[in-house]
């Protein structure tokens, strides 16, 4: 079955980096466009950046551009969140996530279980 | 950017009630509208997804309709594994922003 298994979180002070992976299991990895979605104490969902299965487009959100970026290493079956200049309004959950099927627009439908990012000084 | 607004934000029913949360697109999204149930604790799940396809395995007591820009999740008869908090998402494109959440409370 899909598996999506997060790590990397921890506590950091602001300004600092940290980088996030996310290992994928139980499908052909490299086939598949991957998220990430975040998700502050308490509050609701954020969508935070996504790429393609082959790299060629990456988004993000306002809230996150030029400070965050997504990458993947399909040999490896991970993907990452390189997360730099972090402030204290970055402190969630940080989930990855995919799509139900392969193909374009397609809604999230697997997520991993989360790794918690602190930004505290 | 494509702005997303559920409401109520939440709501207290009883058990057996039917329950309705909408969500309205500030710009068309066609039918590209997935919800979400995210329990206490617990990660996202998808209910539906391409407006009112229920995802396999989700109780035919939720259902979802709309188009374009307004949409709407239903429950037919609430129950009490029901409580959790309900997300809208637009995929149709980048940014895929959520909306506000509603959570479901057992009155």
């Known amino acids: 079955q899909v598996q999506l298994v997060e790590s990397g979180g921890g506590v950091v002070q602001p300004g600092e980096s940290l980088r996030l992976s996310c290992t994928g299991s139980?499908?052909?990895?490299?086939?598949?466009?991957m998220h990430w979605v975040r998700q502050a104490p308490g509050k609701g969902l954020e969508w935070v950046a996504v790429?393609?299965?082959?790299?060629?487009?990456?988004y993000y959100a306002d809230s996150v551009k030029g400070r965050f970026t997504i990458s993947r290493d399909n040999s490896m079956n991970t993907l990452y969140l390189q997360m730099n200049s972090l402030r204290a309004e970055d402190t969630a959950m940080f989930y990855c996530?995919?799509?139900?099927?392969?193909?374009?627009?397609?809604?999230?439908?697997?997520w991993g279980q989360g790794t918690l990012v602190t930004v505290s000084s | 950017d494509i702005q997303m607004t559920q409401s109520p934000s939440s709501l207290s029913a009883s058990v057996g009630d039917r329950v309705t949360i909408t969500c309205r697109a500030s710009?068309?999204?066609?039918?590209?509208l997935a919800w979400y149930q995210q329990k206490p604790g617990k990660v996202p799940k998808l209910l539906i997804y391409?407006?009112?396809t229920l995802q396999s395995g989700v109780p035919s007591r939720f259902s979802g309709s709309g188009s374009g820009t307004d949409f709407t999740l239903t429950i037919s008869s609430l129950q009490p594994e029901d409580v959790a908090t309900y997300y809208c998402?637009?995929?149709?494109?980048?940014?895929?922003?959520f909306g506000g959440g509603t959570k479901v409370e057992i009155k």
């Open positions: 996530a995919r799509a139900d099927e392969d193909g374009p627009n397609r809604p999230v439908a697997y």
């Open positions: 998402q637009k995929y149709n494109s980048v940014p895929r922003t």
């Open positions: 391409a407006a009112s």
């Open positions: 139980g499908f052909t990895f490299s086939t598949y466009t």
């Open positions: 710009q068309g999204i066609s039918n590209y």
């Open positions: 790429t393609s299965s082959d790299e060629k487009y990456k």
